[in-house]
């Protein structure tokens, strides 16, 4: 399982591709009135990859402002500042003087401002770097509560993540679900989630297996002033990915993957190029 920062190389390099389709196919002449070089007309085909490489590097830079959010400013500063360079090239307007000479020259910016912002977010070393913390939705939990014998092919040790929309969810379900069997798992899981508090501090973290995997519960409920614009607060699989990354945010270099059967929750993270895994690969669940 990649690490998120990992996921986000991939997408940038999948960008730079898309970069590269346009900038073939895109033309800088001399302007005619101004004596300045300027951006050439697009032809159909070529509006179509623009199209796409805008979407892509917008879904793209928004997660990475999320992660920035709490970073230095000049930190911040140097992102925007590249951002800015990038969404000059792909948009390319028509007349628009370009500062590039022709577009090997633009390509090669935009690629080495692609690259800045991927650099800055490598620098965000955190004190563990071999961590994998899973964070499981509420489907998950219920489809094998049994926390302790949950392990992952090629995982020595991980942390199961409680997140407060789930917590709420599993007390809500314990008391409001139709089916008497979703009430009693909700029911164990909470009671066996309690249990736990006899180990430690469980917004600390605490042991389920030894030298195997903890647990932890996050108290706090997410900041959506400072996620994706395109989440809704008021919807717990939004809610659940903008919990996740607040996790990455303060620990980009760990292993973080949402466990989730979700179909909906998992079409949203791969939007947000999250990754997710279900609970049909931990052992007991067939």
Same mark, same amino acid.
């Given at each position: 399982?990649?690490?998120?920062?990992?996921?986000?190389?991939?997408? +940038?390099?999948?960008?730079?591709?898309?970069?590269?389709?346009? #900038?073939? +196919? !895109?033309?800088?002449?001399?302007?005619?009135?101004?004596?300045?070089?300027?951006?050439?007309?697009?032809?159909?085909?070529?509006?179509?990859?623009? !199209?796409?490489?805008?979407?892509?590097?917008?879904?793209?830079?928004?997660?990475?402002?999320? /992660?920035?959010? %709490?970073?230095? %400013?000049?930190?911040?500063?140097?992102?925007?500042?590249?951002?800015?360079?990038?969404?000059?090239?792909?948009?390319?307007?028509?007349?628009?003087?370009?500062?590039?000479?022709?577009?090997?020259? +633009? #390509?090669?910016?935009?690629?080495?401002?692609?690259?800045?912002?991927?650099?800055? #977010?490598?620098?965000?070393? &955190?004190?563990?770097?071999?961590?994998?913390?899973?964070? @499981?939705?509420?489907?998950?939990? /219920?489809?094998?509560?049994?926390?302790?014998?949950?392990?992952?092919?090629?995982?020595?040790?991980? &942390?199961?993540?409680?997140?407060? &929309?789930?917590? @709420?969810? #599993?007390?809500?379900?314990?008391?409001?679900?139709?089916?008497?069997?979703?009430?009693?798992? @909700?029911?164990?899981?909470?009671?066996?989630?309690?249990?736990?508090?006899?180990?430690?501090?469980?917004? %600390?973290?605490?042991?389920?297996? *030894?030298?195997?995997?903890?647990?932890?519960?996050?108290?706090?409920?997410? *900041?959506? !002033?400072? !996620?994706?614009?395109?989440?809704?607060?008021?919807?717990?699989?939004? *809610?659940?990915?903008?919990?996740?990354? %607040?996790?990455?945010?303060?620990?980009?270099?760990?292993?973080?993957? /949402?466990?989730?059967?979700?179909?909906?929750?998992?079409?949203?993270?791969?939007?947000?190029?999250?990754?997710?895994?279900?609970?049909?690969?931990?052992?007991?669940?067939?």
């Amino acid at each position: 399982m990649q690490k998120f920062a990992d996921n986000l190389g991939s997408w +940038a390099e999948n960008i730079s591709e898309l970069l590269n389709q346009l #900038l073939q +196919a !895109s033309s800088i002449r001399p302007s005619d009135w101004m004596g300045e070089d300027v951006w050439g007309e697009l032809d159909d085909p070529t509006h179509q990859i623009q !199209s796409k490489a805008l979407e892509e590097y917008r879904r793209f830079s928004s997660v990475l402002e999320t /992660l920035f959010k %709490e970073q230095p %400013e000049n930190t911040i500063n140097t992102f925007q500042e590249q951002r800015e360079v990038v969404l000059k090239v792909i948009q390319q307007q028509r007349g628009q003087n370009t500062y590039f000479s022709n577009c090997d020259q +633009a #390509l090669k910016q935009a690629k080495e401002s692609l690259n800045t912002q991927i650099g800055l #977010l490598n620098r965000l070393y &955190t004190a563990s770097q071999d961590g994998f913390l899973v964070i @499981a939705d509420t489907n998950a939990l /219920l489809f094998n509560p049994n926390l302790q014998g949950w392990s992952f092919d090629s995982v020595k040790k991980f &942390t199961i993540v409680l997140m407060p &929309t789930v917590l @709420a969810e #599993l007390d809500k379900l314990k008391v409001d679900s139709r089916s008497e069997s979703v009430r009693k798992k @909700a029911d164990q899981l909470i009671r066996q989630i309690k249990e736990y508090r006899n180990r430690g501090k469980l917004t %600390e973290g605490v042991t389920l297996v *030894r030298d195997k995997s903890q647990i932890v519960a996050i108290a706090i409920e997410p *900041r959506f !002033s400072e !996620s994706l614009s395109w989440l809704d607060e008021n919807n717990n699989d939004d *809610r659940l990915l903008a919990s996740y990354l %607040e996790i990455v945010r303060q620990r980009p270099h760990d292993r973080a993957v /949402l466990l989730t059967r979700d179909i909906n929750l998992q079409n949203k993270a791969e939007f947000a190029h999250i990754p997710f895994m279900e609970p049909l690969e931990l052992p007991g669940t067939a």
